[in-house]
């Protein structure tokens, strides 16, 4: 079951680069935000079919939304700040990059969050993550000067 967890993880870390690079070329021929609206109804348009194709029950009445807390609603809102960023940035930086700079956000935030809601800190991983940083910008700065000497 490892195995799945781990293949599904990479797939969806595939996916999430190529969905990026499609999206920025759509926001690059139509614009930053009218690429994140389209991005959102196709979005929207298979998130109902995957939803008719699994045949789930819903129940939005108003007991059941009332009892979720505000901020769990909030994804959505995430969602359109990293798609409207992304199609900013994709432009500008490499792939390479940007993956590697929304990793290192995510891993800082993911250690946060453990902390605040699990009362959970591991020095191993935030060692691990300043390292993962460390890396990253040296990595740049070589590239930097390589880039400098080549012009």
């Known amino acids: 079951m490892l195995i799945i967890y781990l293949l599904l993880s990479m ?6 680069v190529i969905a990026r690079i499609i999206n920025s ?3 690059a021929r139509i614009g930053t935000y009218q690429g994140t609206l389209v991005n959102y109804i196709v979005g929207l348009f298979f998130s109902l079919l995957f939803f008719l ?3 789930e029950a819903v129940d939005l009445s108003y007991v059941h939304v009332s009892s ?3 901020w769990a609603y909030l994804g959505g809102l995430g ?3 990293i798609i409207v960023a992304s199609n900013y940035l994709t432009p500008k930086i490499s792939a390479f990059y940007l993956t590697l ?7 800082f935030v993911g250690i946060i969050i453990d902390y605040l809601l699990l ?3 591991s020095t191993g991983k935030l060692i691990g ?11 740049l700065f070589l590239d930097k000067k390589t880039t400098l000497k080549t012009e």
């Open 11 to 16: 797939l969806s870390g595939v996916t999430l």
């Open 25 to 27: 070329n759509l926001a």
């Open 53 to 55: 194709i699994n045949k």
């Open 68 to 70: 979720i807390p505000f």
């Open 79 to 81: 969602g359109v700040i």
């Open 101 to 107: 700079l929304l990793f290192v956000g995510q891993l």
């Open 119 to 121: 009362q959970e800190f």
């Open 129 to 139: 993550g300043i390292l993962v940083a460390l890396g990253l910008t040296y990595n």
